[in-house]
């Protein structure tokens, strides 16, 4: 097994450290986040930091980079308060990908890499038409990190959109009948394939599978 020291990392050349310690945290979850100008140019960002925050209220979360170079996401939702997290899946993770691009503000990532924008009545923000999950979320705050410049950015989700099929009957989304991708690292796309469901754990008592 190979051992890298805090030193041996920072000392990596930083391409490497990058991929290193990017992935090293092991499976992240693949989302397009879409906003939209008070201009009208619609954006859209790959992203692989949603978590989950809360059921009541619903609220997920996201880590946005330093804010030190144009982040035209941040910019939007802050302006009109409401962005869109829309799930990857694995028929247009290249398009998903190409989304990390720099384009100008005035560009539409949508446009520029073949996805199709789609709006629901009352909510000022795009979503992904291809995406058969997809989340319509309220800006409610976000939170500076001192130690890197990043920002926790807290939405609560207004708007929750699934194809048919997908939902189990007690809630569960079952990612794999979505065909959602997940990510390695920054760059690497995986398929996902659910295993088991178990039943609530309790001290002292065997896992037991969930039936479905």
Known sequence: MTHFSKQDIINLPSLERMHLVN??????????????????????????????????????????????????????????????????????????????AKYDEDVSEFKEVGLTEEFIKGFEAPFVKESRIKIGCKYINSYFIEENGCRLIIGEIQHILVEDGIQDKDGFLDLTKANSAGIIGLDGYVKTELIERYTYARPNQEPKLLKG
């Not at 930091?49 to 880590?63: A, E, K, R, T, Y």
């Not at 308060?81 to 993770?93: A, C």
């Open 23 to 100: 992935s090293c945290g092991g499976l992240k979850s693949g989302n397009l986040i879409g906003s939209i100008s008070k201009s009208g140019v619609t954006n859209l960002g790959v992203f692989n930091s949603v978590i989950h925050l809360g059921s009541n209220p619903p609220m997920l979360s996201f880590m946005l980079r330093p804010t030190t170079v144009e982040r035209h996401t941040y910019d939007n939702f802050k302006e009109n308060k409401h962005f869109t997290v829309n799930h990857i899946h694995e028929s247009f993770v290249d398009k998903a990908h190409q989304t990390s």
